[in-house]
Every structure is written in structure tokens, then in C-alpha cells.
């Protein structure tokens, strides 16, 4: 196991955000996984990284802060925070969030305090995230198994073989064996899904329409100057990296008031902390005008009215159902895994880069464009077994993207 730890360490450091000679990293962590933290930071250093920045998390005394700390608490960010962020992304500086907690860690906590936490947390972060989301640095997201997380996974396993087999599926959908290759079994997956992102930009879709058997009947228009992408990203200062690892989707944005009909999900979501079962939107003009949930509505409801971009989309991603996380048959209830599991919509901001020359464009210029802007984005499940997406280009030509579930292209 050892050997395949390193390589996950190497794998996350050196292709996830390419740290560069000379480059700070910032490594976000749970303090109990601390000797993995340590792992990376080596393979960083190793890799000529200037100085490698902590920002250590616990899952427990975050719970214990929303259930106790003083009711202002949640109204505000300090600026040093604020500063520790945003100060680091504008240098560009690589972010690495190592990410594990129990998926209902927050379970109980007041709904109210929750929704002030991420209304001012956005405002504060707002530069920060537009940098993120404009890749203006280097970051990626992975994970590492914990306790809790694990006993949510593998109920029926005592601790100790629920942790082992929740690594086991983290480092097959990482593409981690242990045999040193995971560098190059990236770059074949990277090469595949960079084929299909041509063929999907080539189309030059007008609009995409969903349906399958849980009910889903959506219709997603696309802006005219859409780009698909996936895989790797480039920062400005033209490092490639990985935001997120694992990473199956080919992505793009939706044209704001463009989506018409209903979407069924088809796995539970985590939201801040606990979950939201068996749900689905009804969505006129791009807006969400319904939402129903069997678990969590209040949660569910309370997320997509954060801000005005919250009841609008801004990602398409297409996974097919035949991908080697979905194949393992698990519900992660981590959104890394389960959104590489099956096609996806996220509600709120879109990123910059699906569209032509986005990057560089204003706010304003962005949304002239059809881009949605939020302080929240939320990726939810769709995809399923028999869902069909049938593409429609410009001049009224239809063509199957999905069929059964798969990529038809
Ligand atoms: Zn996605
Ligand atoms: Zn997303």
C-alpha cells in the first residue's frame, strides 16, 4: 500500500496541479489524514515547489462551531482569510484540496446558519473563486478516505475493512496500482477524452435534449460560442492541470434562459453535509421553478435561492455509464466520484472557459454571452442506464449523442 500512496501523493502533485520549480502550494487537508498531507508536500518539494502552505481542516470541530459557535459568526469572514485565499490565488500559487468527511457531518445543524455561512463566504471569496474559475491558477481536488466516510460507503464492514476498501475504489478511479504507471494511463485517458470533446465541438450543437425513464424530459439550449472541455485545464501562466481527480466528465455551459422541462436525479446529493434524496426540478426559461425532494427539500431550496444565479444552470457534463468509477457499483456520496459516475448538470456559476475566449472576459461580458453567474455551483446526477441525449445543430439536424446510457459518437 505504501508504494500506491506514493504514487497517489506524485499523482496529485505532479499531474493534478503540476506544481512548478519555484511555485508556492497551498494543500488544503483533514488534520487526521496529516501523513498524507506530508507525502504530497515531499513530492512537492521534491519537485522544486517554493515553500508548501497548510490549511488544515476537521470535520468534528467544524460541526461543533455550527452547533455552538456565537450566532454572528456565521454573518461574517475575517480578512485574513479572506487575504490567505485571495492573496495566493492572485500570485498564482496551486491549490490542492485533499478532500474526505463523513457525507452527513452536519446533519442537525441549524439550516439558517448554514445558508448565512455560504451566502457570506461567497461574498468574501468572490475574487478568489473568480480567479478559480477563470483558471487563473493551477488547483485540483482529491480525496482520502476516513473513517467516517468509509462507514458510509461500506455500511455492512467493520471499520478497519470499510477504510481498506474505500481506498481500494479511491486509487482504481485514480488509475493507482502501485506499478509507477499512472502518469501514462492518465495521458491515454486524457487523449480519449480529448477525441471526443473534438468530435462534440465540431457539431457546433444549436441545443441537447434528455430523456430516460425516471421521467427526465429536459431541453438544453447551448450558447452559440460554447466550448466543450474536460481532462486537463491551463492556467494562465500555461501550466496544465487536473482540477479534478478522478475526472470522466466533458463539460460545457448551458445558455442561461435556455433550459425547458423536468430533470430527475438519479443518485443522493451531499449539501453542506447531509444529504438530499430522490429529487427533481421543473425548469422554465433556464430558471428553476420547482423543486421536490423525498429527503432534504428544505436544504435543496434553501441552496438554489443562495443568490439569483443559484435557481440557474451553469454546467452540461456527459459520463458515460460505462466508466470505470460507475462500474465499481458503489455510491460514493462524495460528489468528486459520484459526478464521474454519471452525466451530470451543476446549478449556479458556469466556468469562463466554455466559452470561446471567456478567460479574458468581464462578468458582464460573460453573461452577455448567456453565462450564469453565482456564488454557489452544485453538480447533481442525471445520468442513468437508458438516458438518451439527442443533439440538435443549428440548421435542425438531429443527432444522437447518448443512447442507452453511453456515448453514441
Ligand atoms: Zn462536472
Ligand atoms: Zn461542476
Request: proline share 4%.
Amino acid at each position: 500500500m505504501q508504494k500506491k500512496f506514493e504514487e497517489y501523493a506524485k499523482l496529485l502533485v505532479e499531474v493534478g496541479v503540476n506544481v512548478q520549480k519555484g511555485q508556492n502550494l497551498v494543500i488544503s487537508c483533514p488534520v487526521d489524514c496529516a501523513w498524507f498531507a506530508r507525502m504530497c508536500a515531499k513530492a512537492a518539494y521534491a519537485a522544486g515547489c517554493r515553500e508548501v502552505v497548510m490549511s488544515w481542516g476537521d470535520e468534528l470541530l467544524t460541526r461543533e462551531k455550527y452547533l455552538h459557535a456565537a450566532d454572528d459568526v456565521f454573518d461574517s469572514v475575517p480578512e485574513w482569510r479572506v487575504r490567505f485565499s485571495t492573496d495566493y490565488a492572485k500570485e498564482g500559487a496551486a491549490f490542492l484540496h485533499i478532500g474526505g468527511s463523513d457525507p452527513e457531518i452536519l446533519k442537525g445543524v441549524e439550516q439558517d446558519r448554514l445558508v448565512r455561512s455560504s451566502r457570506s463566504s461567497g461574498a468574501a471569496l468572490k475574487e478568489y473563486r473568480q480567479l478559480q474559475m477563470s483558471n487563473a491558477f493551477p488547483w485540483a481536488i482529491g480525496a482520502i478516505p476516513v473513517p467516517s466516510w468509509a462507514k458510509k460507503v461500506f455500511p455492512d464492514c467493520p471499520e478497519e475493512e470499510a477504510m481498506a476498501k474505500l481506498w481500494d475504489a479511491i486509487l482504481t478511479s485514480v488509475r493507482v496500482t502501485g506499478d509507477g504507471k499512472a502518469v501514462e494511463r492518465w495521458k491515454e485517458h486524457l487523449d480519449t477524452l480529448q477525441i471526443r470533446i473534438d468530435k462534440l465541438n465540431a457539431l457546433r450543437l444549436e441545443s441537447l435534449h434528455y430523456t430516460n425513464s425516471l421521467g427526465t424530459d429536459l431541453t438544453i439550449r447551448l450558447p452559440e460560442d460554447h466550448i466543450w472541455g474536460g481532462g486537463d485545464g491551463t492556467s494562465r501562466a500555461g501550466i496544465h492541470f487536473i482540477a479534478n481527480m478522478p475526472t470522466e466528465e466533458i463539460f460545457t455551459a448551458p445558455l442561461k434562459n435556455g433550459i425547458d422541462g423536468v430533470v430527475y436525479a438519479s443518485m443522493p446529493l451531499v449539501l453542506s453535509g447531509d444529504l438530499v434524496k430522490d429529487f427533481h426540478f421543473v425548469i422554465r426559461e433556464g430558471r428553476i421553478v420547482e423543486v421536490h425532494a423525498q429527503v432534504g427539500e428544505e436544504k435543496l431550496k434553501a441552496e438554489t435561492t443562495l443568490d439569483e444565479g443559484a435557481s440557474y444552470f451553469g454546467e452540461v457534463a456527459l459520463v458515460p455509464y460505462d466508466s470505470p468509477i460507475r462500474n465499481q457499483e458503489l455510491l460514493f456520496y462524495n460528489t468528486l466520484f459520484d459526478e464521474n459516475a454519471a452525466c451530470h448538470l451543476a446549478f449556479g456559476e458556469a466556468y469562463a472557459e466554455c466559452i470561446k475566449g471567456g478567460e479574458d472576459m468581464s462578468k458582464e461580458e460573460l453573461k452577455a454571452h448567456g453565462l450564469n453567474d453565482s456564488i454557489t455551483h452544485v453538480d447533481f446526477m442525471v445520468g442513468t442506464a437508458d438516458l438518451s441525449i439527442t443533439g440538435r445543430t443549428h440548421d435542425g439536424k438531429e443527432v444522437p449523442i447518448f443512447v442507452d446510457g453511453n456515448f453514441a459518437l
